[in-house]
């Protein structure tokens, strides 16, 4: 332990002497994430990892577990304060949790670029993510596709109060208000989990028998718990549409194989994304954006990194487009 | 380990033996009249509470966590605790998943064994450090929580596994004369469980060594292989637990199980088991993991928020327990 700190102290201590006499030397910048304990962190953490710029070495890429607590990231944003990053890229746990940290980073001079989940701060440099509203209408235009406008649906939502379940639930709303026939028979959280999921479809399967036409669920492991309460009360997907956000890698499989629909959110555009606009405001490298995702998406309009939002578009997963995508994650 | 013994309540164990019996009756009796109970009111509320599929549906969902609460019971009837339970289920899932292949259709007895192994060798490490090194259950095992998780993340680097070979999920997915295989599995410890509790030797020594640790060791009980027993066992069945969660989700995730072990505590708790140590049946354990079950699915089938659901659990937990101090203090 003690020899990380010391570590930690000097090459702290030189950094900081390199700054004055190289130009140089590798920018550093912070990584904030809510967690590291699911899929998408973990895709959104290696994609920075492969990030042209950190691949060259001309960036040091740091990321941080916030272990699924504000607090833990705010005590996060003060050690990187102490620590004179340069930029920190910041996915919180919590939209108003994150306004302090994102001001005293601010205040302290280092711009701070949100990503991924929303922060209600206008001290914002940039927010690179993808919108969970849209998210919410396009999970249910999936399952208003399938079924028509009449029939009914289950609702699997995820923790009561987060932002994405919050953004979500209002997309779907948006899409439900406007199909009088669908019915709703039930609205209940399963906490983004495949296994509450699952037992909770088992149990409206039995208070609903074969009256669910379609699950909406409000994230893929959910999508997937619902699928397999499905199969095991031994009736057919082609009678219940199942669909699902995120586009994780079993969703993947189970859009290939016909049982689901989801639309992707691409956690290697949005953390590349955010990590060229924090390199435009830090106006340290030339020829800048570096990464693909400007290139991928063509609506994505990279305005020297001066905007304020961008939207990094969903993806619609169908069967003639689930094998690249799928490629892409090996 | 607990160092210090009341006599007092040495003596009471002795001579009011046949209250005991009567007291332990009455706490089955009381238990199964809740649940019958709460059966009743459930059956009256939802028409499709008692239909066959919606039973075995409940079965199905309790028997996770039914397994993790035998465990729990043995370690509780030595005054000890076990929190890691939910994390050391969620390492042997990965662990056995990734032994668990689609291509290894053929070899089931491999993942089952290194589950299985998984779990039994973080529950021996608790084992030691508790009987051995006498570190409090308490604290070795929240740091066996931690660290477990831990390890879960450092072996599946944070990513689920899935793919499973068909022969693996069967035992999460698969049913043996119309009884799905996860509720059999349950079954079988049960029935192991109160059978090792009930007629042999070292179910009588738990007990023993929970009620007076110091008459124990006195009358020659091993009392430091009991308590490593107990440990191993609960790891054990966390390795089950795990291939059984792995399976019937079709994939190992590395945060499966956070908190588990709040619910199977709640069931040995409910069931009538005494902190305390040294009283308590597997039968009360196994109405505490149906109590809490039914509740669950109940309100599901209700429509009731889950809100709600945390709520009527969690005042359950405090009743039970409260109805055993009212009983004791009768005695």
Redesign the interface.
């Known amino acids: 332990m003690k020899k990380i700190f010391a570590g930690l102290a000097i090459s702290t201590f030189t950094a900081a002497i390199n700054t004055q006499a190289f130009a140089a030397d590798p920018i550093r910048i912070g990584a904030a994430t809510y967690g590291l304990q699911g899929e998408f962190m973990q895709l959104w953490s290696n994609a920075l990892e492969n990030h042209p710029a950190v691949m060259s070495g001309d960036i040091e890429i740091t990321v941080f577990d916030g272990r699924y607590d504000a607090l833990v990231q705010s005590n996060q944003f003060d050690s990187m304060i102490t620590r004179q990053y340069d930029a920190i890229l910041f996915v919180p746990i919590d939209a108003d949790a994150c306004i302090g940290p994102v001001i005293r980073a601010t205040t302290a001079g280092i711009p701070v670029v949100g990503s991924n989940t929303r922060c209600n701060s206008d001290q914002l440099a940039s927010f690179v993510g993808s919108d969970d509203i849209l998210a919410g209408q396009m999970v249910a235009e999936e399952i208003i596709d399938k079924i028509g406008g009449d029939g009914k649906v289950v609702i699997i939502e995820g923790p009561i109060g987060q932002s994405a379940q919050i953004d979500r639930a209002k997309g779907i709303e948006n899409v439900l208000a406007e199909y009088p026939g669908i019915e709703v028979l039930e609205r209940r959280t399963a906490n983004w989990s495949r296994a509450e999921a699952l037992s909770l479809m088992e149990n409206w399967l039995t208070s609903h028998q074969d009256e669910i036409d379609g699950v909406i669920a409000q994230n893929d492991e959910m999508a997937i718990g619902a699928i397999r309460a499905i199969q095991a009360s031994g009736r057919s997907l082609d009678n219940i549409a199942v669909a699902g956000v995120d586009g994780i890698t079993d969703a993947l499989k189970a859009v290939q194989q016909g049982q689901m629909a989801t639309i992707l959110q691409d956690a290697t555009a949005q953390a590349q994304g955010a990590l060229d606009v924090a390199l435009a405001r830090l106006d340290e490298t030339d020829s800048l954006p570096l990464s693909e995702t400007w290139t991928k998406y063509k609506e994505l309009d990279w305005a020297n990194g001066e905007a304020d939002t961008y939207n990094i578009p969903w993806t619609v997963v169908t069967s003639s487009n689930v094998e690249t995508l799928l490629n892409q994650r090996q | 380990m607990p160092q210090h013994t009341s006599l007092i309540s040495s003596e009471t164990t002795s001579t009011k033996k046949s209250q005991r019996t009567l007291a332990t009756f009455m706490s089955d009796y009381g238990i199964m009249v809740a649940f019958i109970a709460l059966c009743v009111v459930l059956s009256i509320a939802?028409p499709?509470f008692l239909?066959v599929?919606?039973l075995l549906?409940v079965l199905?969902?309790v028997s996770i966590n039914g397994v993790l609460a035998i465990g729990m019971t043995f370690v509780i009837l030595t005054r000890g605790i076990d929190l890691s339970v939910g994390s050391m289920m969620a390492f042997a899932a990965i662990v056995a998943a990734s032994f668990a292949g689609a291509s290894a259709d053929s070899a089931l007895i491999l993942p089952i064994l290194m589950g299985l192994g998984a779990g039994l060798a973080l529950g021996c490490i608790n084992g030691v450090m508790v009987a051995r090194f006498a570190i409090p259950p308490f604290v070795m095992t929240l740091g066996m929580l931690s660290m477990a998780r831990g390890l879960t993340?450092i072996y599946s680097?944070?990513?689920?596994i899935?793919?499973l070979s068909s022969s693996f999920l069967w035992l999460g997915?698969g049913t043996v004369a119309g009884i799905p295989v996860p509720v059999l599995l349950f079954a079988a410890i049960f029935l192991l469980a109160w059978f090792t509790l009930r007629y042999t030797a070292f179910g009588r020594y738990v007990y023993a060594v929970g009620g007076n640790p110091t008459a124990s060791r006195l009358s020659g009980i091993n009392v430091r292989g009991i308590i490593f027993a107990v440990y191993a066992i609960s790891g054990t069945l966390c390795g089950l637990a795990g291939l059984m969660?792995a399976a019937?989700?079709?994939?190992a995730?590395?945060?499966?199980g956070v908190a588990y072990e709040l619910d199977a505590i709640a069931a040995v708790v409910i069931g009538g088991t005494s902190l305390a140590g040294g009283k308590g049946r597997i039968i009360g354990t196994l109405f505490g993991v149906l109590i809490i079950g039914v509740i669950?699915?109940g309100l599901?089938?209700?429509?009731v928020?889950?809100f709600y659901q945390q709520l009527v659990k969690g005042a359950i937990i405090v009743v039970a327990v409260m109805l055993d101090r009212s009983r004791e203090a009768n005695d």
């Open positions: 939802s499709y239909g599929s919606n549906n199905r969902q993340y680097d944070g990513m689920p899935s793919s997915q969660i019937r989700t079709s994939a995730l590395p945060q499966a669950n699915n599901d089938l209700l429509g928020s889950s």
